[in-house]
């Protein structure tokens, strides 16, 4: 069970949009600390997508845009392609009484139609 | 360009011990603070642990699930950062990554490069 929530699965054309959510909770994301993407291609290692909420290293295509508002975060991909497709990570930090790790959401499958 | 090649993965049997390495190029080696992450088969990504630089007192911390029995470990004069593992478990199998910390109190950082991965199955 991963602290952080994210859809298994979510599909869409090329061209279109689609999001895939990261919900957390007050002892993370809703604790103010920052979340961050990564794009696992099939076979390959993750790489970063977006870090800071909202920020893309350098050569990230602008397609790929994150947002963060209370205990949730968001990754949007706009115009949609075939490579695209891949495993999506949200990751923060937690920490509670019991202590504090980095943490992950489980991961969503992105299938491009 | 920065590169981590991980290395030392393998076939080792339960309550074995195994050390990974991980050698950096590309970078200023010692600047940085150093993670490792590991993937189960067709499992998503957890957090093992990571090692501070030496400005910030190369401590390191550790996952609660392999506390005790992994140690990291840095060489910066051959850039290269160690994961060494101990009373192994079948559930340690996994691919392991090594990566880099831009933040140097790492804890909330993100992780912007990681290597290939290498293959650790624990079986008898």
């Known amino acids: 069970q991963s602290v952080l929530t994210q859809p298994p699965s979510v599909s869409g054309a090329p061209g279109q949009r689609v999001t895939i959510s990261c919900t957390g909770s007050?002892?993370?994301?809703?604790?103010?600390?920052?979340v961050h993407w990564y794009q696992q291609l099939p076979g390959t290692a993750p790489k970063l997508l977006i870090y800071?909420?909202?920020n893309r290293p350098s050569g990230v295509p602008d397609r790929f845009s994150g947002s963060k508002s209370g205990t949730s975060a968001s990754l949007a991909i706009t115009g949609l392609q075939a490579e695209d497709e891949a495993d999506y990570y949200c990751?923060?930090?937690?920490?509670?009484?019991?202590?504090?790790?980095?943490?992950f959401g489980g991961g969503t499958k992105l299938t491009v139609l | 360009e920065v590169q981590l090649v991980e290395s030392g993965g393998g076939l080792v049997q339960p309550g074995r011990s195994l050390r990974l390495s991980c050698t950096a190029s590309?970078?200023?080696?010692?600047?940085?603070?150093m993670s490792w992450f590991r993937q189960a088969p067709g499992k998503g990504l957890e957090w093992v642990g990571f090692?501070?630089?030496?400005?910030?007192?190369?401590?390191?911390e550790y996952a609660a699930s392999v506390k005790g029995r992994f140690t990291i470990s840095r060489d910066d004069s051959k850039s290269i950062a160690y994961l060494q593992m101990n009373s192994l478990k079948t559930e340690d199998t996994a691919v392991y990554y090594c990566?880099?910390?831009?933040?140097?109190?790492?804890?909330?950082?993100?992780?912007?490069?990681w290597g290939q991965g290498t293959l650790v199955t624990v079986s008898s």
């Open positions: 090692i501070r630089s030496k400005a910030y007192g190369g401590t390191t």
């Open positions: 590309g970078f200023t080696f010692g600047d940085y603070a």
């Open positions: 990751q923060s930090y937690d920490s509670s009484l019991s202590g504090w790790e980095v943490v």
């Open positions: 007050s002892s993370n994301i809703g604790a103010g600390y920052d």
């Open positions: 800071g909420n909202s």
């Open positions: 990566t880099r910390a831009p933040d140097p109190v790492v804890a909330a950082s993100y992780f912007d490069y």
